[in-house]
Nanobody, 116 residues
Framework: QVQLVESGGGLVQAGGSLRLSCAASGSIFSINVMGWYRQAPGKQRELVASITPGGTTNYQDSILGRFTVSRDNAKNMVYLQMNSLEPDDTAIYYC??????????WGKGTLVTVSS
């Protein structure tokens, strides 16, 4: 089992920045890919960014150049630096971890609200 706890959400004005953090615990040796999904009101959950243990990243097109995902394997942490935030970025952001055996784990989510 893997437990994930997010932090760092909040209210920010358009153009501002936030940094989300996610701490992993439990069977951390089983974790492969980590990253972030988000779910806006009335929309499906969508991938924002992911990162492998070696640092290979993948981003959703709409956040390219604005968001950066990073990972500290020694601390079992994954981060999402969000710059130039837009109202459309308003969503609950979920940390996720995929194990080597393709099992997914999720955090409870942290709310990011971007005001115009």
């Amino acid at each position: 089992q893997v437990q994930l706890v997010e932090s760092g959400g909040g209210l920010v004005q358009a153009g501002g920045s936030l940094r989300l953090s996610c701490a992993a615990s439990g069977s951390i040796f089983s974790i492969n890919v980590m990253g972030w999904y988000r779910q806006a009101p009335g929309k499906q959950r969508e991938l924002v960014a992911s990162i492998t243990p070696g640092g290979t990243t993948n981003y959703q097109d709409s956040i390219l150049g604005r968001f950066t995902v990073s990972r500290d394997n020694a601390k079992n942490m994954v981060y999402l630096q969000m710059n130039s935030l837009e109202p459309d970025d308003t969503a609950i952001y979920y940390c996720y971890a995929e194990t080597w055996s393709r099992v997914d784990y999720w955090g409870k989510g942290t709310l990011v609200t971007v005001s115009s």
